[in-house]
């Protein structure tokens, strides 16, 4: 098995993450996009969409999207449960842990993309037409990031943990994007005490490191 | 169980046309979101982001977010499976799903939000800060819908269905979409024969009418 990574990007991290929860090691081969790595023909042929993460079976096999390849790792290797055990908690960290994405991690997508000089001809990532930047892009994902930590916040004033009161795959969906957050200059404040519990705690997992 | 529904929204339609094919019916309550009907107290209350579709179970458990509804449904009533039987199959059904969604579905959807009036001062959906519509976004998502009916008619020229050899959840996004891409003025073209081919064939299927 071999993973496709690129060390700073906040998607293959939440992969690397949900691995060292189970204390699983992969063979990881980086992939540098500011660099264009991912758009290069030898990468493409493994995965033509042109992003990370992207895992390899041994037989070849490719899955090629984040929550996929969570999912068949969890899948394979059950403990610790990050994805739910009975149909109706399996339905509800799906959509926290969608949630997470749509309202945080694209907006804060959002703001990087159309904001670091790198990706000044690719603000939509992967494969695509070019796309220049478009500064009020920036201040919209800024904004969006804004309202969705505010959210958080509350969320996590009644309860432990982003899907509910034990750790899960939502909890490091917001996590990672936390920590891309910084990139645009988004912060948690001293004002969502909530979240810097629960972000502390998450920062204390050795997982978080990974 | 009540869903909350909007006939002509897409999200919605995914569920209803999954509930179609297990052959199950709910009660459904129709919110008009044009209207805004999605962001008053009383929907706020049951839903805080403000979006449909969103199941309530008779216990009072709330599941606000397509995929995860639709999970929650395989789940109970597995037959025919939409969402795969083996870790490896689930995993990419669920790629080809969230490719379907992130390619086709946002790009749709962002042209649409920023294009038809009663949006004008809510380009992002639900209960999020009020954004204005930008003309470039338009043409951004008609460019980035054309980019992905191009990568799926490449697809459908290997496989017959979305996501292998049978028809799965990531047909039911691909297709309620391209249904939803009509009103962005985008439309499978007779230079498409493979996309013209399993459109048809999705089509005729009696939940296309869910």
Same mark, same amino acid.
């Given at each position: 098995v071999k993973l496709y990574n690129?060390? $700073?990007?906040?998607n293959p991290r939440r992969v690397r993450m949900f691995l060292a929860e189970k204390k699983l090691q992969v063979e990881m081969i980086e992939i540098n996009i500011p660099k264009g790595e991912n758009l290069t023909p030898e990468f493409l042929a493994i995965n033509p969409r042109g992003v990370v993460p992207t895992l390899v079976l041994d037989d070849g096999a490719v899955l090629d999207e984040s929550v996929a390849i969570c999912r068949y790792i969890e899948s394979l290797h059950?403990?610790?449960? $990050?994805?739910?055990?009975s149909p109706l908690e399996t339905a509800q960290i799906e959509s926290w842990q969608r949630h997470m994405e749509f309202d945080g991690l694209s907006s804060v997508a959002l703001a990087f993309r159309n904001m670091v000089p790198f990706f000044a001809t690719r603000s939509?990532?992967?494969?695509?037409p070019s796309l220049g930047q478009m500064a009020e892009l920036v201040e919209r994902g800024k904004l969006l990031t804004q309202h969705w930590l505010a959210n958080l916040e509350t969320r996590l004033s009644e309860s432990a943990f982003v899907a509910g009161n034990r750790f899960t795959i939502a909890d490091i969906t917001a996590f990672t994007t936390i920590d891309f957050a910084k990139a645009i200059k988004q912060f948690v404040t001293d004002a969502q005490p909530n979240l810097q519990r629960w972000y502390a705690e998450i920062a204390a997992r050795p997982s978080a490191k990974a």
């Open positions: 690129m060390g $700073l990007a906040v059950p403990d610790p449960n $990050l994805m739910g055990t939509a990532p992967g494969n695509v």
